[in-house]
């Protein structure tokens, strides 16, 4: 079946732009996850869903940075005020349960000029 | 706070090797532990999930163990190919799944044709 699609998969925006990243997960993963990769470093928790619900937002750098899931299933990423350091690839996973296999779409590489 | 050491950070052998991978991560306390490989440019692909119950995980050239009380996991890779060229990742998730995984920065390996 049809795995993590994100969308777009290149952003390229201006400092203090506000954007937004999509994220449909596998159908029927309750748990929803968004991760960011910097250059040569691992990705990086930023917030996971359970259903529709932001269990656990952490991992959130500011307040710039939100994230829903209204119906439980797509989620989307908004950052304001988008900063330089913003810059990374934005990457998703979604698993049946929190316990299971995480699954991970291909990322969107937002450059912030 | 989770933190995830891998050593080496890269690794060059000729194709045919048998090698190993390290992770150590420093909260025992963790729920499983997925290793992932990735290619440039690219998203993350799952190779094994381990749950913290379980001492070692296998799926075809691949073997991954862990020593949860000892912080520490590896990832075996027998008769290595040039496709296994990759970064791979180890990444343990912690608390009962209600969080991000930690991942640590890889290792690079290349198999030399």
């Known amino acids: 079946g049809a795995g993590v699609s994100q969308t777009p998969s290149n952003k390229v925006t201006e400092k203090g732009k506000y954007v937004e990243l999509r994220c449909d997960p596998i159908?029927?993963?309750?748990?929803l996850y968004w991760y960011r990769q910097s250059l040569g470093q691992g990705p990086e928790f930023l917030i996971y869903f359970q259903g529709t619900g932001a269990a656990d937002d952490s991992g959130l750098p500011n307040d710039r940075f939100f994230a829903v899931r209204p119906e439980g299933s797509v989620s989307t990423l908004k950052i304001q005020r988008t900063e330089r350091g913003d810059s990374a690839v934005y990457l998703c996973a979604s698993s049946l349960s929190p316990q299971e296999t995480q699954y991970f779409g291909p990322g969107t590489r937002l450059l912030v000029l | 706070k989770q933190e995830v050491t891998q050593i080496p950070a890269a690794l060059s052998v000729p194709e045919g090797e048998n090698l190993v991978l390290n992770c150590s991560f420093t909260?025992?306390?963790?729920?499983?532990l997925q290793w992932f490989r990735q290619d440039p440019g690219k998203g993350l692909t799952s190779l094994l999930l381990?749950?913290?119950?379980?001492r070692e995980q296998t799926s075809g050239r691949l073997n991954a163990s862990l020593d949860k009380s000892s912080g520490r996991s590896t990832l075996y890779i027998a008769a290595s190919q040039p496709g296994d060229s990759a970064t791979y990742l180890c990444?343990?998730?912690?608390?009962?799944?209600?969080?991000?995984?930690?991942f640590g920065k890889g290792t690079h390996l290349i198999i030399q044709p």
């Open positions: 909260d025992s306390a963790i729920y499983n």
């Open positions: 381990i749950q913290s119950s379980q």
């Open positions: 990444a343990p998730h912690s608390g009962g799944g209600a969080d991000g995984l930690t």
């Open positions: 159908s029927g993963h309750t748990a």
